[in-house]
């Protein structure tokens, strides 16, 4: 669910063929190539209403892609899988979900679509100046100018921009595909929308999993506690490790003194631009250092590089630090337009001044970046009110696999608890040494696979998951010693 306010490249990874398809009901297919995958694949538009409670008035053109299944002998219903961010656009990840869902492929469609606002769906992005990266994300860098100059930029009515309205879009391509059914799956925000699609649309939906749960009902933006929660569980398998330990004994009270170093003298570093490759120049603050740590919480990987981070920064050598924030330069495309206007709309109304107090008072950092979006942000987006059910607990009985990384910064298990209270024939899994998206880093994938033939969640061959390595740590530039 991450995002900071940039510029963000947005790159074509269609090659259309000739061939194509048309129906009457603004649908369109071509054979087209996507990524790196090797096979041909079938691309899609279709025409849809802004407005759905106006559908004689302004059109919008959704963009969707078809992975066919491997061996289509024998029908089985796809599976639409539904991005995360919010704004992140599912055709995009093509590459990568076809090695993740490989299995799933075999046998079954795999449906991708961007969701309005991203990609090629009458995306909500703008040409802001090409300086912006990483490195300017935070508080005295942010200018209010940038925002007020990319909102002009966007055509449309904003707020037909929403969550609802998306999934009456994905609805919309399954009964375009002529498909009774879907399965569905969901990644972090994702889960959020296949939330609301399991209560505006039950009927359609065969079976729904999710991974690294967002509720509705908590919103997106507090994640001090969760972040701190992430990093203390790292800082104890550091412990742990017997290598992690012995070259970082230290590695909490270097994380401390480094912060406290920062906040009193702020560093200064020239380097090399990683996108223009120009000299430039970086101020490094404490809110940079914390914020650029909690991006690498996320993924195993980045974990494993964390304690020697902070040891090199505590002995003054930041190079480290800036060689990651660099390699992490645009490698999750979010549409930032489309996440600023679901958050600042469906989130930030929900979230109290005591409520980011509360979440403040954590070991980790301040809140910096949710003070910047609710107070600074918000308050320059156009302003809508999703509908009175939006914020129900979802209690669709519908077959439902959740899965939650213990290790997860931004969605903890607890989430996952919460929302299969209300969820009757749910079951979920929380894999202990993973991260956020779990079926993107384990045998979870699997387990999918399995989950989407027999429907049946509490009867899941779930062995594999105990496998999975305690997370192991870098001691040195060239790796474990």
Known sequence: MKVTWKRLL??????????????????????CHLGEIRSQVKCGKLEVPENYQKPDGDKITINFAVLPAIDDSEYKVPLMFLAGGPGQAAVELATGLNQVFREVRKTRDIILVDQRGTGESHPLSCDLEEEGSVYSTLTEDFKESDIVDCISQFEGDLSQFNSENAIRDFDSIRAALDHKKLNVYGGSYGTRAALVYMRMFPESLESVVLDSVGPIEVPIGLFGQSVARSFNLLIENCKKSESCNRAFPNVADEFDEV????AKAPVILDIQHPRLGTPTQFKLDDSKFTNNLRMQLYSMGGRSLVPLIINQAYLGNYEPLIGLMASTEGEQQVYTGLHFNI??????????????????????????????????????????????????????????????????????????????????????????????????????????????????????????????????????????Q
Not at 10 to 31: F, K, P
Not at 368 to 395: A, E, G, M
Not at 436 to 444: E, G, I, K, R, S
Request: aromatic share 6%; with cysteine.
């Open 10 to 31: 947005t790159l074509s990874l269609l090659s259309i063929t000739t061939m194509s398809w048309a129906n009457t009901d603004g649908l369109t297919l071509e054979n």
């Open 259 to 262: 912060k406290a170093r920062l």
């Open 343 to 480: 958050v600042c709309n469906e989130d930030a109304p929900k979230i109290s001044a005591e409520m980011r107090a509360k979440d403040a008072k954590n070991s980790f950092d301040n809140a910096v970046s949710s003070d910047l979006i609710f107070d600074r942000i918000c308050s320059l987006f156009p302003q809508y009110r999703p509908s009175d059910s939006f914020y129900q607990p979802v209690t669709a009985d519908i077959p439902t696999l959740i899965l939650s990384g213990n290790l997860d910064p931004v969605t903890p298990p607890s989430n996952g608890d919460y929302s299969a209270k209300s969820l009757p024939n749910s079951h979920h899994i929380i894999v202990e040494n993973a991260s956020h998206t779990v079926a993107m880093n384990t045998c979870a994938n699997r387990i999918i696979n399995e989950f989407l033939t027999s429907k049946s969640p509490n009867k899941l061959d779930e062995s594999c998951l105990k496998e999975v390595p305690q997370e192991t740590f870098m001691t040195s530039v060239n790796g474990i």
